[in-house]
Structure formats: C-alpha cells, structure tokens
Antibody, heavy 122, light 107 residues
Framework: QVQLVESGGGVVQPGRSLRLSCAASGFTFSNYGMHWVRQAPGKGLEWVAV????????YYADSVKGRFTISRDNSENTLYLQMNSLRAEDTAVYSC???????????????WGQGTLVTVSS | EIVLTQSPVTLSLSPGERATLSCRAS??????LAWFQQKPGQAPRLLIYDASNRATDIPVRFSGSGSGTDFTLTISSLEPEDFAVYYC?????????FGQGTRLEIK
C-alpha cells in the first residue's frame, strides 16, 4: 500500500533553516509528481510546492518562492523540502502528497502523509 | 494568483439532507478543479478531480460540476461520516491554490 512518511520537523528560530524529508513506499516513486502542502494550526490548506516525476520542473507558492527548495532522490524514493530564512508565519504541519503520473505531475493528490510539525519561534 | 472563494463558510444540515457547496474562481480555470474532504486530525482525502471525476473509492453520493469560474460539490444524501471541512483546489495556473474551506456541520 502507498505510504508517505515525513520527518525533519521541529522548533527552529526565525531566520534559520530546516530540511524536511518524505519517505515514499508502495508505488513507483519515480513515475509520480510530488507536492508539499502545509496547514497552520487551526487554518486551512496551503499548497507549497510541486516537483515533476523526474525533477525537471518545480513550482512554488509565492509565499515561499526564493526561500524553499523542493527536490527528490528517485534512487532513494525520498522527497525533500529545504526551508531557509524561516519566518513565524511558516509555522505549520507540512505534508507530502503524491501528485500525478508522469507528465500530469501536478494532478491533485490522492495519497497524503500525516505530516511533520514545523514551529518557527524564538 | 487565482483566488478560490468557497461558500458558505459553514453549512449546517442533518443526515439525509442534500448538501451543495460552492467554489468560485477569480478567473477561468477551465475544469482544473478538485475537491478534498478533511476530518479533524486526518489527512485530506481527494473526492473529485477535474471538476466532475470521482476519485477512487469515493461514494456515488459525491458529485462535482462546473467549469470556468463556478463549481459545485453536491452530496446527495448526507451520511454521518460526511460532516467535515471541504476544500476546493485549482491547478489551472501557477501557483496551485486552495479555497478557504467550507465546514459542514451537523444541525
């Protein structure tokens, strides 16, 4: 069965960096686009970034562009989110989610992880 | 950025009733709209993609319609497990965006 397990969250000071990981299993990871989505405590869903199945295309929310970088290692079935210059408003649960197959990589997510909490606070 | 506005913010209905949720886009998104359901403490669940296609294992009481800027999610007869928050999402233009959500609560 498809499993997505995030790790790397924690408490970090404003301006610092953090890298999140998402370990995928139960499907051919290299065939699917992957998303990061976040949800601040008590708030709605906010899309963060997507990466194409082969890593060739990456797109970001305006709120994180230039600070966050999405990447993947298809040999390790792992998705990453490098978060730099963190701000208090980046505090949220970050979830990875499977996108679409091959060139439909941005398709809406049919499988989601449970998320990892990132708290940005001094 | 395309803004998705969901209405109502909260919908109070009883089991067995019909629910109609709306999502309006700030510009034409063709049919690139999805609907998600989220229950407390759970990951979102994909219900509908490309405006009207039910995702795998989604009950037939869930249906989606619309194109362009106006979309609707209909739940034909509410079951107790349907009370949750519902989000629409567009992928027509970058960045992908979500609506603010509609809370469907038991009356």
């Amino acid at each position: 069965q498809v499993q997505l397990v995030e790790s790397g969250g924690g408490v970090v000071q404003p301006g610092r960096s953090l890298r999140l990981s998402c370990a995928a299993s139960g499907f051919t990871f290299s065939n699917y686009g992957m998303h990061w989505v976040r949800q601040a405590p008590g708030k709605g869903l906010e899309w963060v970034a997507v990466i194409w199945y082969d890593g060739t295309n990456k797109y970001y929310a305006d709120s994180v562009k230039g600070r966050f970088t999405i990447s993947r290692d298809n040999s390790e079935n792992t998705l990453y989110l490098q978060m730099n210059s963190l701000r208090a408003e980046d505090t949220a649960v970050y979830s990875c989610a499977r996108g679409g197959y091959y060139f439909d990589s941005s398709a809406p997510s049919d499988y989601w992880g449970q998320g990892t909490l990132v708290t940005v606070s001094s | 950025e395309i803004v998705l506005t969901q209405s109502p913010v909260t919908l109070s209905l009883s089991p067995g009733e019909r629910a109609t949720l709306s999502c309006r886009a700030s510009q034409n998104i063709n049919r690139y709209l999805a609907w998600f359901q989220q229950k407390p403490g759970q990951a979102p669940r994909l219900l509908i993609y490309d405006a009207s296609n039910r995702a795998t294992d989604i009950p037939v009481r869930f249906s989606g319609s619309g194109s362009g800027t106006d979309f609707t999610l209909t739940i034909s007869s509410l079951e107790p497990e349907d009370f949750a928050v519902y989000y629409c999402q567009q992928r027509s233009n970058w960045p992908i965006t979500f609506g603010q959500g509609t809370r469907l609560e038991i009356k």
